[in-house]
């Protein structure tokens, strides 16, 4: 399966304010995907990013709230913005394995805590 | 639309007696069925999966699940359990023909020394 990176892996961030999570996989992936999993609940998926191409968002989630950046086959990025406490969750990164792409590993995830 | 479901919000165990953690679902077409695992403060570690063939698969750290079409059930199961498998356990589907997995509500699973 695929090595995941994520950065920050946690940071608290004041209302108002901006934040980019970056994922980093060690292989080319076409799909990569975004979750959001508020505290003591399940994922729920924000966008899919494929390269080259604008995300896909989920019914729910907005591009201006939640941009999302795909340079390449091995890197992405998730901003939030204008963050409001609503927003404290972990955010995860996931891809299909590389040789099983049926299968979605994830990333550490990003523990953001808004004030 | 595809679902699943996990009855339960948490299941206590004693070490060393069997546990299952129950899993329902709904798709519309030839399900693709998985079981997560996430310790405190870390990320989501794949179990195991069904895609096809034998209806009970094996995964990681002992864990195995048994697919039932008719109850459209896949309930994760370990014969004897270990304090260190506690943690919260989710159950996901994907429709053969989708790229998106949903996921349950998730169980959280105390097994007491």
């Known amino acids: 399966s695929a090595v995941i990176s994520q950065k920050p892996s946690r940071d608290i961030c004041q209302r108002g304010t901006s934040l980019t999570i970056q994922c980093q996989v060690d292989?080319?992936?076409?799909?990569m995907f975004w979750y959001r999993q508020q505290p003591g609940q399940s994922l729920t998926l924000i966008a899919t990013?494929?390269?080259?191409?604008?995300?896909?968002?989920e019914s729910g989630f907005v591009i201006d709230k939640f941009p999302i950046s795909r340079p390449n086959l091995t890197f992405s990025t998730l901003t939030v913005s204008n963050m409001s406490p609503e927003d404290s969750s972990i955010y995860l990164c996931?891809?299909?394995?590389?040789?099983?792409?049926?299968?979605?590993?994830f990333g550490p995830g990003t523990r953001l805590t808004v004030l | 639309a595809q679902s699943v479901a996990q009855p339960e919000d948490q299941v206590n165990v004693a070490e060393g007696n069997p546990l299952t953690v129950k899993c329902t679902y709904s798709?519309?077409?030839?399900?693709?069925l998985f079981w997560y695992v996430q310790y405190p403060n870390r990320g989501l570690q794949f179990l195991l999966k069904?895609?096809?063939?034998?209806?009970l698969v094996k995964g990681s750290y002992g864990f195995e699940a048994e697919f039932n079409k008719s109850q459209t059930s896949f309930h994760l199961k370990k014969p004897s359990a270990l304090v260190s498998d506690s943690a919260l356990y989710f159950c996901?589907?994907?429709?053969?023909?989708?790229?998106?997995?949903?996921f349950g509500a998730g169980t959280r699973l105390f097994v007491k020394a």
């Open positions: 069904y895609i096809t063939g034998d209806n």
């Open positions: 996901a589907v994907r429709d053969s023909g989708g790229f998106k997995t949903i």
């Open positions: 990013a494929n390269q080259g191409s604008e995300a896909t968002y």
């Open positions: 292989s080319q992936v076409t799909m």
């Open positions: 798709v519309s077409g030839n399900p693709y």
């Open positions: 996931s891809v299909e394995g590389d040789r099983d792409v049926d299968t979605q590993y």
